[in-house]
C-alpha cells in the first residue's frame, strides 16, 4: 500500500500532480459510441450537445479484427473535435489483453490533454490500478500531459466485488466505478443471460393462505446487493458510482425503473448504449428541481456561507450551504445542455 505521506505525490517525474478532489461536472450518461463504425463517428459531433460524456468503446462489442480501427479511430475523432464541456473518455481492452498496452500508449500520445478518463474493465485488486497508474504517469510526463488522467474501474467479476473498498482506495488518480452485470453475472455463475435489469424468476412468493389459491409474486433487484457495496466504496473514498448498461433497448418503462433503483442507492449516472436511453438517464440522474429550488434560497439567505438561518423552519448552516453550493453548480452545468431544465431551475 501506498503510504499517506506519498499517496499524492506523482508517480513519475514529470507527470502532473495527482487530483485531491474530484471535479464538479455533470455525468448523468456515459455515451458509448464504436469509434471503428464511420458512420457512428460523423454523428460525433451532434451527439456532443445531447450527453453529458462520450465513451469511444474499445473493448467488448468491437471485435477482434476490428480493435486496431477503433482504436485508430477513437484517436481521430478525439483531434478532430471539440467536445467542449462534454467528457471525453474510453473504456481500453483488459490488462490481461494482447491489445491494451497499445490502446495505453497510442491513445496518451496522441490525445492524452483531451483525454478526462479511462475506463479500466475486469478489475480485480488494487494491483490492476496499481499497474495502470504508474504506466499513465510515465507516459503522462513522456508526453508533457498536464493534466492527470483519470481512471474509473468497471466491477464485473467476483474477485472484483471481494476487493471492492481495496480497489476504490488505491489511487487519487480513481475517478469512480460502474457496474458491469454481464460479464458479473458470468463470473459468479448466475443463471441469466440478460445485460442488467431483473430476472423474472427472481423474487418472493407470497406466503399461502388458507383457503386462497393465488399468490402474488414480487420480482427482486438481482443487482441490489452488489450497487450497494459499489456505492459504499466509492462514497466512503470521494469516488461516484455509476449504473452499467441495460440492454433490453426495446422496454424504456424497465430501464428508467433500473436506473431509478441505481440512483436511489446512491448512483450518480448511468450509461446509455443507445441514443434511446439519453433522454432516460437526463430525467433519472438530474437533479431535483425542488432540491434546487430550495439550494438557491439556502445561497441568497447566506451570501458568505457563514452563519446560520433559518428557512422554513429548518437550520441551514455552513455546513447545508456547501451541499446547496454543489447542488446548484451542479444544476447551472446541466442547464447550460438542458433548456428546459434551465427554466424549471431559474437560470
Known sequence: MKLPINFYKPLAIG?????????????????????????????????IEQV??????????????AKEAARTGFIEVAK??????????????ALNSPWVLDDINEIVANIGDKLDVM????????????????????????HNIKKPILIHALLETAQGVNNVTDIAAA??????????P???AASRGMKTTRVGGGHPFYGVLEDAREGVDERNFYQQDLWHYTVGRMVDACMANGLKAFYGPFGDFSDPAACEAQFRNAFLQGCLGTWSLHPSQIAIAKKVFSPDVDEVLF???????????????????????????????????????????DPALAEAYGF
Open 182 to 184: 454481464a460479464d458479473l
Open 15 to 47: 507527470a502532473p500532480a495527482p487530483v485531491r478532489e474530484l471535479p464538479v461536472v455533470p455525468e448523468r450518461m456515459i455515451h458509448f459510441f464504436p469509434p471503428h463504425i464511420a458512420k457512428i463517428c460523423a454523428k460525433v459531433p451532434n451527439m
Open 80 to 93: 478532430a473535435t471539440d467536445f467542449g464541456s462534454t467528457g471525453l473518455w474510453t473504456r481500453i481492452n
Open 295 to 337: 439550494a438557491k434560497r439556502i445561497l441568497e439567505a447566506m451570501p458568505d456561507g457563514t452563519g446560520a438561518v433559518l428557512i422554513d423552519g429548518k437550520m441551514q448552516d455552513d455546513a447545508t450551504w456547501k451541499q446547496a453550493k454543489v447542488m446548484v453548480d451542479l444544476a447551472k452545468m446541466v442547464a447550460q445542455k
Open 52 to 65: 453529458d460524456v462520450l465513451l469511444g468503446n474499445l473493448e467488448d462489442a468491437i471485435p477482434a479484427d
Open 171 to 180: 489511487s487519487p488518480r480513481m475517478h469512480g466505478m460502474s457496474l458491469g
Open 119 to 142: 475506463m479500466l474493465p475486469k478489475v480485480e485488486g488494487p494491483w490492476d490500478i496499481y499497474y495502470l497508474d504508474q504506466l499513465l504517469a510515465q507516459l503522462e510526463a513522456k
